[in-house]
């Protein structure tokens, strides 16, 4: 991938659409773009333009923008074309553009590494900004927009820069302790600041789990005998068929799952096989999967159609809750009496569904009041952040200055492969791939 290449591609949504845009990025840009519309337009100004192919030939017209280098998203000279968005009609400008010598297509993400090399972007808000694409509901747009908005990086170079002041500090104890004004004991001045950073970036950390829910939803496994009327559940709360219901014991042979938007959040619905004891191949694999699932929950509704069935001998953490939902009350509601369950509920009437939902939301997380989602949401900024906390510990824990000031390197380091500033080499093809080609 070289960055002398000028790159394009389709940068809006599937085809045909009512607008279709094309951004180009790349030393040629302006070159293209006036033999391709004429007079270039002036920068970050939209005009109409005819848009005609190397023989002249009329393609369509549309508007142009040209942002000139680095006032732009990737840092370069950037070009985008709003034309209509028929196949035909995109087609033909592609085809025009790969005519180019010195254009190619760019690959997936491309756009977006070019506008990290260029410093436009760090690696968090590039994260946040495949995130904000792809959120499908209010709290997934809130925790991308922390990110791609440059909230989340900001506090984490806070941290890198209390850290350079501590090492400047030890620097300067260590080769002009003999200066007048050099404090003589670096204790007091930045060990309790580095105690206090460590306590910050371990609570920080312990957001994980919020964040985990709110950027991949809050997992509800619907569990209990076989015919205890999980699939009807899964059917009622979806508002559609997705599982297969009849009256015969152990329809459902795989893990059925459906994503909800509720109260802002995402739920994730998984309907499992009936749990019992059984002989039967196909059945046993199928519970086999319901543990499987059963043992990552966050929420477990456990169902049964008759009193006394709630066993629950599942191995599951403490913190799981398992909420017992008294199922088909519309036919044997009689047999209940209060307290035998948490919630009573009958898909067939709809009974109780509105019930359950509300006792839903009161599971998943309150965000009232919050007016920053910085949190870490993948795993790599977990692990980054883990580094940093146990290099912090060990800088407190050894004696003499050199070790800590090596120790304080150790935690800016981990800290800075969160944002992109060091060693990153290894995480971009990760990264970047996981973009749509033209962003």
Known sequence: MQITDTIYALSSGALPAGVAVIRISGPATADVIGRLCGALPQPRRAAL???RSRNGEIMDSGLVIYFPGPASFTGEDCCELQVHGGRAVVHAILDALAGFEGLRHAGPGEFSRRAF?????????????????TAETEMQRRLAIEQSGGGQSALYQGWARRLTHARAMIEAELDFADEDDIPGSVSETIWTDMAKLAAEIEAHVDQAGLAEIIRDGLKIVIAGEPNAGKSSLLNALAKRDIAIVTEIAGTTRDVLSVDLSLAGFSVKLYDTAGLRETDELVEREGIRRAREVIGH??????????????????PVSSDVPVIRVATKIDRNGANWAPGQADLFLSTTTGDGIADLLEELKAHLPDLAGRTSLAMPSRKRH???????SAALARSRAVEGLDIQAEQLRLASDALG???????????????????????
């Open 49 to 51: 333009r005819t848009i």
């Open 117 to 133: 090399q260029n410093g436009k972007l760090d690696l968090v808000e590039i994260e946040g900004l495949a995130d904000l694409i």
């Open 297 to 314: 929950a966050d929420l477990i509704l456990l169902l049964s159609e008759k009193p006394g069935d709630f066993v629950w001998n599942e």
């Open 382 to 388: 977990v692990d980054c952040l883990k580094q940093a």
């Open 417 to 439: 492969r969160i944002t992109g500033r060091v060693d990153v080499e290894n995480l971009l093809d990760v990264i970047f791939s996981e973009f749509c080609i033209g962003k």
